[in-house]
């Protein structure tokens, strides 16, 4: 796209006093690195404990938790943590933050006091669930161990404790968090944008937070809803989900993934519109089929609020509701495919480089078919009744997770790091970071396939001795993982040490987004005169 | 392979014997250390499954898995820098569009109509002949026969110690600690540590067996993997499901494992399920539950009950 009025660097260039700028900020990049940081710690806290879980795990017996309930507790947390402190932090308050405004033409957020306060429901959040782990759970050792699907009566009359009432709260908090997010950005993207900045140019991005965003505001009620209703259930007497008081167990479970399901697509969305940009810029050619790629996520994004209930196949539906669930999961595939099929579309034809942020995004594409046709399988409710609840369930989700997203965060954060810190990083350094990562995540869960397949139920702390061989595999892939993970820490320090400046546009041809005609950082308020787009 | 109608008999065989060769190691029962493939099925239901994911689905993936790797590298060969130095200007091919959009859409409905099949035979029950009533508890599983009144409601715990007395032992020196028992308390005698239990559900072969399932407390689930079942036992609700044991498997024992995470004991909950031959069941329930040899007086009349059925 073409830009005549490019923004002049460090027109206004007042930054307020430390504690000021940090605590009540209301500047969207601050925010936005806030919440990177915030991601970053989050990560770290659920990467320990997924690693403690796969240590159990290495072999049959046990060896470092005392009993079923710590175990469960740790994949709780570990759920909870990398969902809603780590992936949606990153991806939507993280990179929405920084670069929704900046690529869309806008001075800033539309409610920047809403924003701050966004940012800071989610450490409460978090502490309230650091908390929720010492405290007690009324049954078995502290700790709320009832996966993070907290259906009742598990999380109710199984759950007698503090602990759990804790993770209410923080979950709470954490989704009002997100509502305000997703309120301001919806406003922003529909009102913000620069002159000529119409909807159908509007980078991918802007479009994956948008339709993200409205994902939020329409599912995290309903998950709020059930929560408080667990919640009175426990603390005052009600019996919404308590048969014994004529009530539903499985009326949560409804609820529950009525917001669990969009809140998948909400992870991944921000994500595909992250490797729209970083495939077009290193193939240096526009995106193939951008209008496609923006309504693929607009129809991912409808349909993913009925299909709900092919996560609850075996509670006992009647035959038909299965058949239609089927049917409807069947149809996201479609969008799916024309995304998958568009990135090669835009890589044909191009002149690739290989850089990081590419290397990212190539694994992306590919990790994410995987964990796409196993999400097909999953839907067949006749192949469900063998896999469901078993490790074949955990292999998807960490393929179209751990891979999808999380591979989408790393491409974001490689391709937008120079931009956001002003710094270049060792390509060295992060090329190991990649390719620990890469091999150590699909050790881990390729072999989860065979162990779902063969029946191996989810959530054990101890497993039957034939279950061994792959669950040893799984395990040394995380220590893998781990030398990744170590690869990253040090990458990003070394660029704070070493400060290589970067130039403004450090991709060069092909990244022609709006952010990359600011410096790198951008001034602190850009786009005083707004750009003009042709 | 009768299983072929739900496929409608495409000319798949030798890639299905080759992934069936993997599944079906040695006509070995439960699970395989180092498997790929799903357990061996001894029940239609689960025969369907296989089939469909060994002959229709698990092909389909691959190749559209490896479809896409073989176009993405070559992609990434034949346009890379070195080679193709300046990048075509094209965002738009609409044939192309609506290739990739139709062709999903018909390899999806080859999926759904086998899978509705699959769907339909799996969740609609027949007509049975022996109902069986099975209630979740934390954590344990307890099995009746509504149709009998003399056999006592089985309670099934699974055969292990305590948690304290486990911290650090393997698995071998917790099944030592478990043989060297006193002769009256449970043993594994062979069978699989997890998954064995001191009272196993004993159904009859070749029969159409109707599972009732419920839950004393939290939600668990009744899972058979050699069966093709799984069926949350939920409080306050009845489910249903049923399973029908091939013949020539009788005296053989299949095992499952609770599938929905229902406390700190979720993962000690096995369930057994022992296959007799109908006229082993029928003493079995003469005896009110028992496999002594003896038919006493007073159950003579359930005998013939049994008989009629």
Request: hydrophobic share 50%.
């Amino acid at each position: 796209m073409a830009v005549t009025h490019p923004e002049e660097v460090g027109a206004h260039e007042h930054k307020p006093p430390f504690l000021t700028r940090w605590l009540f900020s209301t500047n969207h990049k601050d925010i936005g690195t806030l919440y990177l940081i915030f991601a970053i710690i989050s990560g770290l806290l659920g990467g320990y404990l997924s690693f403690m879980i796969r240590l159990e795990l290495m072999e049959p017996g046990f060896q470092y938790f005392p009993d079923g309930h710590a175990f469960s507790a740790f994949a709780t947390a570990h759920g909870l943590l990398m969902i809603f402190f780590m992936v949606m932090p990153a991806v939507i308050g993280g990179f929405g933050n920084w670069f929704v405004p900046l690529m869309i033409g806008a001075p800033d957020m539309a409610f920047p006091r809403m924003n701050n306060l966004s940012f800071w429901l989610l450490p409460v959040a978090l502490i309230c669930l650091i908390v929720s782990m010492f405290m007690p759970s009324g049954t078995g050792g502290p700790g709320a161990a009832t996966s993070w699907v907290m259906y009742p009566p598990l999380a109710t009359s199984g759950h007698p404790g503090p602990a759990f009432d804790f993770v209410i709260i923080g979950l709470l908090a954490a989704g009002f968090s997100s509502i305000f997010g997703a309120i301001n950005f919806i406003t922003t993207i529909f009102n913000m944008r620069a002159p000529g900045m119409t909807m159908h140019k509007m980078p991918l991005f802007a479009w994956g937070v948008l339709v993200t965003s409205w994902l939020l505001l329409l599912s995290l009620p309903v998950l709020a809803a059930g929560l408080i209703m667990e919640f009175t259930d426990r603390n005052a007497g009600t019996g919404f989900f308590d048969p014994s008081m004529g009530g539903d167990p499985e009326m949560f479970q409804h609820l529950f993934w009525f917001f669990g399901h969009p809140e998948v697509y909400i992870m991944i969305l921000p994500a595909f519109g992250i490797i729209s940009h970083v495939i077009s810029t290193f193939s240096r050619k526009p995106i193939f089929g951008y209008l496609g790629m923006a309504y693929a996520m607009v129809s991912i994004g409808v349909v993913g609020f009925i299909v709900w209930a092919h996560h609850m196949y075996t509670v006992g539906m009647p035959v038909g509701l299965k058949a239609y669930f089927l049917t409807a999961t069947l149809i996201i595939a479609v969008p799916t495919g024309i995304k998958i099929f568009s990135w090669l579309a835009t890589m044909w034809g191009g002149s690739i480089r290989y850089t990081i942020p590419m290397q990212w995004a190539l694994a992306f594409i590919f990790l994410f078919v995987i964990g796409g046709v196993t999400g097909v399988y999953l839907a067949n409710p006749g192949l469900d009744t063998a896999v469901h609840d078993t490790y074949f369930v955990v292999a998807h989700f960490h393929y179209v997770l751990s891979m999808g997203a999380v591979f989408g965060i790393f491409a974001g954060f490689t391709y937008w790091f120079g931009k956001m810190s002003g710094y270049l990083y060792n390509k060295w350094l992060a090329a190991a970071h990649f390719w620990f990562f890469f091999i150590g995540v699909n050790l881990v869960f390729m072999p989860m396939h065979f162990l779902g397949l063969q029946g191996m139920p989810r959530r054990y702390v101890d497993y039957p001795d034939v279950f061994a061989f792959w669950n040893k595999v799984s395990s040394i892939g995380a220590m893998i993982t781990l030398v990744g993970v170590i690869f990253f820490i040090l990458w990003v320090i070394e660029a704070f040490i070493v400060r290589r400046k970067a130039p403004a546009n450090y991709w060069g041809e092909g990244a022609n987004t709006l952010e990359w005609t600011l410096s790198s950082p951008p001034p602190f308020h850009q786009y005083e005169k707004l750009p003009q787009i042709k | 392979m009768r299983n072929l109608r739900f496929i409608g008999g495409t000319g798949l065989s030798a890639t299905a014997l080759s992934w069936a060769n993997l599944t079906f190691a040695a006509n070995k029962n439960g699970p395989t250390d180092g498997g790929l493939g799903m357990q061996r099925a001894v029940t239609p239901v689960m025969e369907s499954i296989v089939s469909f994911n060994n002959v229709w689905l698990v092909p389909i993936m691959i190749g559209i898995v490896l479809f896409v790797l073989v176009l993405m590298v070559f992609i990434m060969f034949r346009f890379r820098e070195k080679a193709n130095p300046t990048p075509s200007k094209t965002t738009h091919n609409t044939m192309l569009e609506v290739v990739w959009t139709i062709v999903p859409v018909i390899i999806l409905m080859a999926i759904a109509v086998p899978s509705i099949k699959l769907l339909y035979y799996q969740d609609v029950i027949p007509k049975a002949d022996l109902v069986v009533k099975v209630t979740g508890d934390t954590w344990r599983w307890e099995y009746s026969y509504p149709d009998y009144e003399n056999v006592d409601t089985i309670i099934s715990n699974i055969v292990d110690i305590p948690v304290e007395e486990k911290q650090g032992l393997t698995h071998a020196q917790i099944i030592k600690k478990i043989e060297a028992r006193p002769a009256d308390e449970p043993r594994l005698n062979g069978r699989p540590y997890l998954l064995a239990t001191d009272a196993p559900l004993v159904v009859p072969v070749d029969t159409t067996i109707k599972v009732i399932v419920t839950s004393n407390n939290n939600i668990h689930s009744f899972a058979v993997p050699q069966f093709g079942i799984k069926i949350d036992a939920v409080p306050g609700r009845l489910n249903e499901t049923w399973f029908k044991v091939n013949k020539g498997e009788e005296g053989q024992t299949f095992y499952g494992q609770c599938s929905e995470i229902c406390g700190i004991n979720h993962s000690f909950m096995p369930i057994e399920v022992k296959v007799v031959s109908k006229d082993e069941f029928r003493r079995w329930i003469a005896n009110g539950g028992s496999f002594g040899t003896q038919v006493s007086q007073n159950t003579q009349g359930a005998v013939k009950t049994v008989a009629a059925k």
